[in-house]
């Protein structure tokens, strides 16, 4: 390099010096001129050409420009402007870095994670994050439990919406050993009835079940309800309350959420993430969507497709029923009446009377009450099915049969009953959205809000009157006491007789009006003196 810079003092230097000098080096040739100009202003460096000069005050990360980072959510062009407009002010650090130092000091100083910490948060950093696998343990050891809403429109009823899926799966065997499917938001009897569908072996669920030693959930609501958790007691299951946050505590049932969208739902008619034309993403006008009927035997469909044909990684070329049956471990099994009986809800006791039983405030009754009146039972119900209650004998627990509701509304009633409800709805809805819109006036300058919209006073009042119901006299209602009849002396017209009643009496003036009346000599009121057509004054 020196012999380069003595070439280039002399006036001698030509670029294919610098090009054999660049080919004997292995670097371009812009970057052997780079090298040139440094030594031209320092000679020192062209002992070690390239080497970075050591001035012992490299630009380091710090907190603040951490927390410059976070509040501009890793934009590093923002956050070298801040640092140019507070050295600017004189305030610390003294001395703003160039963008390109900026951005090799980030790349230095921080770690992927933290990097994408700071632009998109916890769940982005923990894109970044080494995660320790289970061991593989035994069928039936632990199990793991989640809702997961359907990226699928199906019809219900008419209406369009997303059903949600609760499963169980076990985490050895990657089997799926319970599902339920609810049409609506997912409540403790998804949870309960997709607990039955998993413990039980018999058909049409299939030889996985049993009951596992452990359920992994995630602080749901309603794996943690009172029933639930009741009912993992009294079938001696132990429930592992999750942090909130942590999907990767529990990631067979997360693979499983994501592996049932891409390999199954996408396919379907009614996908909610399909890729669509046009700047608004709306559904197609001829599409046909499924039924919930439909959608659910194609769900069911799939899940045994997977424990029968799919072959997870984890398992190295076995399907999850290959697995389970070469696992030699025990299964304990419960009779389906005893689990019927565990995964329903205790209402407590109740006097069987000749109506029935009498719970919620509505009678219930059944075949098998004749001559049990003034015993005392337990009643048992599942949650959110109101038609039927399970009853059972208060001292020895024996199972007496169900109950079905009285005077049970027919299909129809319960039909023009939710379309009222419904249309209620929409009126209320759209009331308040009226109400709540607020205009305000566009500003260029700073400005505190102005509403826009006038009103006079008239119509201030009238509004107020009618929201508050301060005028009494229009609620009254006129014709409920019809008024009393005159005196018999008193000369009434037709008209206004028929709308007297004649067995009330009249009523005696008193006050101002007792004193206006004509009084005679006697202390007696006048009688009004006819004129001459007959009419009374």
């Given at each position: 390099m020196r012999r380069l810079l003595a070439l280039r003092v002399r006036g001698e230097l030509t670029a294919g010096h610098v090009r054999v000098a660049a080919d004997a080096l292995g670097v371009s040739e812009r970057t052997v001129w780079r090298w040139l100009a440094a030594a031209s202003r320092d000679e020192r460096a062209a002992d070690e050409p390239g080497a970075r000069a050591q001035t012992g005050t490299r630009f380091t990360i710090t907190p603040e420009v951490r927390a410059l980072l976070a509040l501009w959510k890793g934009n590093v062009r923002a956050v070298h402007r801040e640092l140019v407009l507070r050295a600017a002010r004189g305030s610390p650090p003294a001395g703003a870095p160039s963008l390109t130092?900026?951005?090799?000091?980030?790349?230095?100083?921080?770690?992927?994670?933290?990097?994408?910490?700071?632009?998109?948060?916890?769940?982005?950093?923990?894109?970044?994050?080494?995660?320790?696998?289970?061991?593989?343990?035994?069928?039936?050891?632990?199990?793991?439990?989640?809702?997961?809403?359907?990226?699928?429109?199906?019809?219900?009823?008419?209406?369009?919406?997303?059903?949600?899926?609760?499963?169980?799966?076990?985490?050895?065997?990657?089997?799926?050993?319970?599902?339920?499917?609810?049409?609506?938001?997912?409540?403790?009897?998804?949870?309960?009835?997709?607990?039955?569908?998993?413990?039980?072996?018999?058909?049409?669920?299939?030889?996985?079940?049993?009951?596992?030693?452990?359920?992994?959930?995630?602080?749901?609501?309603?794996?943690?309800?009172?029933?639930?958790?009741?009912?993992?007691?009294?079938?001696?299951?132990?429930?592992?309350?999750?942090?909130?946050?942590?999907?990767?505590?529990?990631?067979?049932?997360?693979?499983?959420?994501?592996?049932?969208?891409?390999?199954?739902?996408?396919?379907?008619?009614?996908?909610?993430?399909?890729?669509?034309?046009?700047?608004?993403?709306?559904?197609?006008?001829?599409?046909?969507?499924?039924?919930?009927?439909?959608?659910?035997?194609?769900?069911?469909?799939?899940?045994?497709?997977?424990?029968?044909?799919?072959?997870?990684?984890?398992?190295?070329?076995?399907?999850?029923?290959?697995?389970?049956?070469?696992?030699p471990t025990p299964l304990r099994d419960v009779p389906a009446a005893d689990l019927w009986t565990f995964t329903l809800e205790d209402a407590g006791t109740r006097t069987l009377t000749t109506r029935g039983i009498r719970f919620r405030k509505r009678d219930y009754v059944g075949p098998w009450m004749t001559g049990q009146a003034g015993i005392q039972v337990r009643v048992r119900f599942m949650p959110h099915h109101d038609h039927r209650i399970e009853v059972y004998h208060a001292a020895t627990g024996r199972y007496l049969g169900p109950a079905d509701l009285a005077d049970r509304a027919t299909d129809e009633q319960i039909s023009a009953v939710r379309k009222a409800r419904a249309a209620r709805t929409r009126r209320l809805k759209k009331d308040l959205q009226a109400s709540q819109r607020e205009r305000y006036a566009a500003v260029s300058r700073p400005a505190a809000p102005q509403r826009l919209g006038a009103l006079t006073t008239a119509q201030a009042e009238a509004e107020l009157a009618q929201a508050t119901g301060t005028d009494l006299s229009d609620l009254a209602l006129r014709d409920l006491i019809p008024p009393a009849a005159p005196p018999a002396g008193w000369r009434t017209p037709a008209s206004l007789a028929a709308l007297t009643t004649a067995d009330l009496p009249a009523p005696v003036p008193s006050g101002r009006d007792s004193a206006s009346a004509q009084c005679g000599p006697d202390g007696r009121t006048a009688q009004p003196t006819p004129d001459e057509d007959g009419d009374g004054l």
């Open positions: 130092t900026l951005h090799r000091a980030i790349r230095r100083d921080l770690t992927p994670g933290e990097r994408a910490g700071l632009t998109g948060g916890e769940r982005a950093a923990r894109k970044h994050d080494v995660f320790l696998a289970r061991p593989r343990s035994w069928r039936n050891y632990v199990w793991e439990t989640d809702h997961m809403q359907a990226a699928v429109l199906v019809d219900v009823e008419g209406r369009a919406c997303r059903p949600w899926i609760t499963w169980f799966t076990d985490c050895a065997t990657n089997a799926i050993t319970g599902v339920a499917v609810t049409p609506g938001d997912p409540s403790r009897e998804s949870v309960l009835a997709a607990l039955r569908s998993a413990v039980l072996r018999e058909e049409p669920y299939g030889p996985f079940g049993g009951l596992p030693e452990k359920v992994r959930v995630d602080r749901g609501k309603d794996f943690l309800s009172r029933t639930v958790t009741a009912a993992f007691d009294l079938l001696d299951v132990t429930v592992e309350d999750l942090p909130a946050y942590t999907p990767h505590l529990k990631g067979t049932v997360e693979g499983l959420n994501r592996a049932v969208e891409g390999m199954f739902l996408a396919a379907l008619p009614g996908y909610a993430r399909q890729p669509r034309p046009g700047k608004r993403a709306s559904r197609p006008k001829d599409e046909v969507l499924l039924g919930f009927e439909d959608f659910t035997a194609r769900l069911l469909a799939w899940t045994l497709w997977w424990n029968t044909e799919h072959r997870p990684a984890p398992l190295r070329g076995r399907t999850p029923l290959e697995a389970w049956q070469d696992d």
